[in-house]
């Protein structure tokens, strides 16, 4: 009864644990959705700016020729008045030919251009879009899965293997062969791993090919996640490195200089838990110590768990993590 009560209260936790990673897909679809209509109304708004530049440029057009059209015929005007009252009819007629000439061009002109035209700009709805939406009734579908973890033949076993596949995440600066320490997956898909040999943080697509990586200066030994787009390394010398994924690139942050040793990391309700091996602090995000948790000379290294609950483990060395 006691280890029932201990897995339904365990259960508790998780089930809350679950709802909050799922709540973060929840407001992260919506992201995307708006971000994919802000798309979609600036594609807009540049098409009728544009049209709107092409309209006033042929409107701007007309206007500087009806300008240049009449200085034209004022200067001929101005002239044909000066030539009659110099009595020079030859120049005269000359002059009126001429005026006749660009006349008849302003008529020609004028003929092309209607004096009632008003050109406006309109908008029509796709309305499509908001008839889709409005069919829908939710963001996804809502789910829950039941797992057993107390069984009969292993009242031990919590975790099922469901299935494996092998990747190849080598790159061509590789000069040793590739040793993961930690993985995080990444709320769209995307994994990071902490490859120890080439000192290299590795970032893979959902078809877990490398599309982007970033070179250590020592080191590396397990890693955490801060946020949907950040992560937290610990490395060789006592060191903490905060790298983002930014449009596919890994990106570095701010670095954390701590007093000890790092080993194993974890993040639980905007808080840091890092081990040095044989014990447990609890620091905050900016850097600053809160406490030692926990210490045991007795064995060889402390762990963690990647949910958020540390573990202390006592003489077992972690050499590899699925």
């Known amino acids: 009864m006691r280890k029932l009560q201990g897995n339904q209260e365990a259960s508790l936790q998780y089930m809350q644990n679950s709802f909050d990673e799922q709540l973060q897909k929840i407001h992260e679809t919506r992201r995307k959705i708006n971000a994919a209509l802000d798309t979609i109304e600036q594609k807009t708004l540049n098409e009728m700016k544009d049209t709107l530049t ?28 000066d030539i009659s009252d110099k009595s020079k009819l030859e120049l005269s007629f000359i002059a009126t030919w001429k005026c006749k000439d660009k006349i008849q061009h302003c008529e020609t002109f004028l003929k092309k251009n209607s004096l009632q035209v008003k050109v406006s700009i309109t908008f029509q709805p796709n309305n499509e879009i908001v008839q889709y939406l409005s069919t829908l009734s939710d963001l996804g579908k809502i789910d829950h899965s039941t797992q057993t973890l107390m069984g009969r033949e292993d009242p031990n076993m919590v975790f099922t293997v469901q ?24 709320p769209e898909g995307q994994v990071l791993i902490a490859e120890n040999r080439n000192n290299t943080i590795k970032l893979l697509d959902q078809q877990h090919q490398v599309v982007s990586h970033y070179s250590l200066t020592t080191t590396s030994f397990d890693m955490c996640q801060i946020t949907p787009s950040e992560v937290a390394v610990t490395l060789k010398g006592c060191e903490v490195q905060f790298i983002t994924v930014n449009n596919r690139k890994l990106v570095t942050g701010r670095k954390l200089q701590l007093q000890h040793a790092c080993a194993g990391i974890a993040c639980h309700q905007e808080d840091l838990y890092i081990t040095d091996k044989i014990a447990l602090y609890k620091y905050t995000l900016s850097g ?3 406490s030692k948790m926990y210490e045991d000379k007795s064995g060889l290294y402390t762990g963690k768990t990647q949910s958020g609950l540390i573990w202390i483990r006592f003489g077992i060395r972690r050499t590899n993590r699925l």
Do not use: F, M, P, W
Request: charged share 30%; proline share 0%; glycine share 2%.
């Open 163 to 186: 299935g494996k596949s092998v990747h190849n995440v080598s790159i061509s600066s590789d000069s040793k062969e590739c040793y993961i320490t930690a993985i995080c997956v990444l």
């Open 288 to 290: 600053k110590k809160v």
């Open 54 to 81: 092409k309209l006033q440029a042929s409107c701007e057009d007309d206007v500087d020729k009806c300008i240049s059209l009449q200085d034209e015929l004022k200067q001929l005007r101005d002239a044909i008045q």
